[in-house]
């Protein structure tokens, strides 16, 4: 669950008259909300009014609704609590919709609040009118349409509740102008009454038994760890199950610090691009033990040839998902934390009846994977610099406790694979969506919600240009979040699908001039845009390396810039690849390491 918890709200019985905009902006802080990200137009605008009143509420104005969205996104995903961002009607309310779909295929607890056209005008198309309840009704776990300025409260407090129990998710609150201004008797109460939305939370103790009893007689067991187990905030109940187990765990890329990387149990990260070991133990193992995890199809592979020889037991706190993909032989519906807990002790009293399963050899498989392949990269060409080393680098020079927020694509990849992650919430990443664009807003969101920690933003030249603007937000706002930029030229993981399936035909992928597939234009030597110049003119710090033996010093001299943000633009090497590989629609027995090259498991996987 969420952390607003309704024991921290205030409990107002006296009823107060005021605008339903007050009673918007009173409701927000009963909630707990500090931080709204957002930008005012004609049919939101009431409510901006009574913001400038609020002592509690910091409202950051944003460049673009879609930043807004992110950058709520980033505050929920670093702080455990609900984000929260506001747009107008129309295009401010249709601009929100990537960032909302996103949220929602990553099950992060943010609250939409959208101005509408009064509610006499619904329905004939006046100016700015969009449906925006109807667009998002597929990509929000619930939405509203509120019509009546006495709705308000109770509105705000079941988006809330709803946002951020059970499985979380997005939720949109669309409230009409005239809502907006007309008048109400302002009452609090903190829980709503949401006939037909029930949670559970507790799992079942048969199901756990039955789980149990299948964990300590595996022979080859693997932990299967989602993006839930970060949510329900169980990362501390994880680590005691494999303390007591000594089971091998994969951790997703949404589920990056929910074990640390340092842990040798940690297998690393599954799926397309996932470690050789915890690729092929998942192939392999007799026992799958999935938590709050959703049988991804970048983790599965080709679904039907997945962990073909596995008895799965999938816990998850939203009951759709269990069997959704592949059947479950144990199916237990509940939080992560309970289960993880519970689990525990039903094992602890197998152990103590005799029960307890020996998996010496099949760790001596798994540590045999690892040593013989584990992640690396080639060195880039003479002179210039390889972006793995560089995220590398990146990494081993910032801070304890550094949060890390990526763009989507080859450095997406690299940035899970090559960064370290020891803590819960300190890896930020649009997984589901894969949206281009998502790192600096949500870098923002992280840091206005942390401001004490070290925020850093990897991204792609490619997804750079698509919300780079909010750099000038961070500026204008103390917010000095520092960016990476690894800059190929190119739209560096469509490159590299054209390379290995395309016959080398880049269409349309190079961002620069001279680049493969630029028709033959000559390479001018200007830099288009300049992304230091691009940096300096929105109030950062630009800064620019080249060359590895600039590396160090770069990242040093960023990292101790504290009163604004950074971007460093990074002038990587093209042709570098993310490897290892499943290809899409494959099976995850033909992961390769290289280009053609599959790892020689000879006969011992069978």
């Known amino acids: 669950m969420i952390q607003q ?12 008259l005021m605008t339903g905009a007050q009673a918007l902006v009173r409701s927000l802080e009963a909630v707990g909300v500090d931080t709204v990200f957002g930008i005012p137009g004609g049919a939101i605008l009431p409510a901006y009014d009574p913001l400038m009143d609020s002592t509690a509420l910091r409202h950051i104005l944003v460049r673009h609704e879609q930043g807004a969205g992110h950058a709520a996104t980033g505050y929920a995903q670093a702080t455990g609590k609900v984000g929260v961002c506001m747009a107008t009607s129309g295009p401010g309310a249709t601009n929100l919709v990537t960032a909302i779909a996103d949220a929602h295929m990553d099950s992060v607890p943010i609250v939409a609040i959208t101005g509408q056209v009064p509610s006499s005008l619904i329905g004939t198309d006046a100016f700015q009118e969009a449906d925006i309840c109807g667009i998002t009704l597929p990509i929000t ?25 059970g499985r979380p998710g997005p939720v949109l609150v669309d409230i009409t102008k005239d809502a907006l201004q007309g008048s109400t008797a302002f009452t609090w109460q903190p829980r709503a009454d949401l006939s037909g939305y029930r949670v559970v939370a507790q799992p079942h103790t048969k199901q756990i038994r039955q789980a149990a009893e299948l964990l300590v007689g595996a022979e080859r067991p693997v932990l299967y760890v989602g993006g839930g187990v970060l949510k329900a905030g169980a990362a501390a109940e994880l680590r005691a199950l494999v303390d007591l187990t000594d089971i091998p765990v994969t951790t997703t890329l949404m589920a990056l610090g929910a074990l640390p990387d340092s842990d040798p149990r940690n297998l690393g990260m599954p799926g397309m691009h996932g470690t050789v070991a915890a690729v092929t133990a998942l192939q392999k193992a007799d026992l799958i033990l999935a938590i709050g995890a959703r049988f991804d199809d970048r983790v599965t592979g080709r679904a039907d040839t997945f962990a073909p020889g596995a008895t799965i037991v999938h816990a998850d706190i939203d009951p759709s ?76 020079l910032a801070p304890e406790g550094t949060v890390f927020a990526s763009g989507v694509g080859q450095h997406q990849m690299w940035a899970s694979q090559f960064l370290t992650f020891e803590q819960p919430r300190t890896w930020l990443n649009s997984g589901g969506a894969g949206t281009m664009g998502y790192a600096v807003p949500a870098a923002m969101g992280a840091k206005a919600g942390r401001p004490e920690a070290t925020v850093w933003a990897v991204d792609g030249d490619g997804c750079f240009q698509m919300t780079n603007q909010e750099l000038v937000t961070c500026a204008l706002n103390n917010i000095p979040i520092k960016v990476a930029v690894i800059n190929n030229g190119a739209l560096g993981m469509v490159r590299q699908w054209q390379t290995l399936f395309y016959g080398g035909r880049y269409s349309n992928t190079a961002l620069k001039k001279g680049s493969a597939g630029d028709a033959g234009l000559p390479a001018t030597g200007t830099r288009v845009p300049d992304f230091v110049l691009l940096a300096e003119a929105m109030g950062c710090v630009g800064l620019r390396c080249e060359s590895p033996a600039e ?42 390491v ?12 069978d």
């Open 141 to 165: 776990k619930h939405n509203f349409l509120v019509t009546d300025a006495d709705e308000i409260p109770q509105t705000i407090a079941a988006a809330f509740q709803i946002a951020g129990t």
């Open 594 to 605: 290289a280009r053609g090259m599959r790892p020689d498991f000879g006969d011992e996987t």
């Open 321 to 396: 998902e269990i069997g959704k993909i592949r059947h479950a032989d144990v199916p237990i519906v509940g939080d992560a934390r309970a289960v993880l807990a519970e689990l525990a002790e039903a094992v602890r009293a197998c152990h103590e009846n005799g029960g307890r399963a020996d998996c010496s050899a099949w760790w001596d498989q798994l540590r045999d994977w690892r040593d013989r392949y584990p992640l690396g990269y080639p060195p880039a060409p003479d002179g210039l610099l390889s972006p793995q080393q560089v995220i590398e680098r990146i990494g081993q």
């Open 5 to 16: 918890s309704p024991t921290e709200f205030p409990l107002l019985s006296d009823p107060q």
């Open 551 to 592: 590396l160090d010093a770069v990242i040093e001299k960023a990292n101790a810039i504290d009163d604004r943000p950074v971007v460093i633009d990074f002038v990587v090497h093209e042709d570098a690849m993310v490897w290892p590989m499943v290809a899409a629609g494959a099976s995850n027995d033909d992961i390769q």
